[in-house]
């Protein structure tokens, strides 16, 4: 079955760490630009970050750049999230989502279930 | 950056009925606009991209056009699983970006 599945979300405190983890299975993993998109509770959907098949390019939202990195590991097929500094702003389900296309005219046309992060003393 | 609004932000439908929502974008785009449908607790899902091509497995109900700023998204006879947040977002350059979404609900 082609699916993601992200792991890792729980609650943390501000000005703390955590890592998400995204499982891909049911297609060739590495040959996807991949991405992580956040939707803070009740609002709508804000990409985070992408990575190109290689890991050799990687892009960021203004709002974690410094505090963020995205990751592969082609062969485990995963992806990752490095979230460090966190802050309450950062509250949301985070999305791991399959990039496909040219970087202009892409579509996001594979999406897993999400994890929750809560950020909070 | 590329600012998405989309118009109406929430309208009440019935089933049966044709919906259309818009989303323009703050700066000419082409055509690389995408439509997605989000039911509440779940993950989003691609339905309409390029602007106006039909996803794998989307119902024919659903169509999109425009190009440039202006983007419509049309359900031509609502179903009851279309009650939803449609999102809108374009693919023109980074970052990408999306609409504050059009909540569709039961009227």
């Known amino acids: 079955e082609v699916q993601l599945v992200e792991s890792g979300g729980g609650l943390v405190q501000p000005g703390g760490s955590l890592r998400l983890s995204c499982a891909a299975s049911?297609?060739?993993?590495?040959?996807?630009?991949m991405s992580w998109v956040r939707q803070a509770p009740g609002k709508g959907l804000e990409w985070v970050a992408n990575?190109?098949?290689?890991?050799?390019?990687?892009y960021y939202v203004d709002s974690v750049k410094g505090r963020f990195t995205i990751s592969r590991d082609n062969a485990k097929n995963s992806l990752y999230l490095q979230m460090n500094s966190l802050r309450a702003e950062d509250t949301a389900v985070y999305y791991c989502?399959?990039?496909?296309?040219?970087?202009?005219?892409?579509?996001?046309?594979?999406w897993g279930r999400g994890t929750l992060v809560t950020v909070s003393s | 950056d590329i600012q998405m609004t989309q118009s109406p932000s929430s309208l009440s439908a019935s089933v049966g009925d044709r919906v259309t929502i818009t989303c323009r974008a703050s700066?000419?785009?082409?055509?690389?606009l995408n439509w997605y449908q989000q039911k509440p607790g779940k993950a989003p899902k691609l339905l309409i991209y390029?602007?106006?091509s039909l996803q794998s497995g989307v119902p024919s109900r659903f169509s999109g056009s425009g190009s440039g700023t202006d983007f419509t998204l049309t359900i031509s006879s609502l179903q009851p699983e279309d009650f939803a947040t449609y999102y809108c977002?374009?693919?023109?350059?980074?970052?990408?970006?999306f609409g504050p979404g059009t909540k569709v609900d039961i009227k």
């Open positions: 989502a399959r990039v496909s296309g040219a970087v202009a005219g892409s579509k996001f046309d594979l």
């Open positions: 049911g297609f060739t993993f590495s040959s996807y630009w």
């Open positions: 990575i190109k098949q290689d890991g050799s390019e990687k």
């Open positions: 700066q000419s785009i082409s055509s690389y």
């Open positions: 390029a602007a106006s």
């Open positions: 977002q374009q693919s023109y350059s980074t970052p990408p970006t």
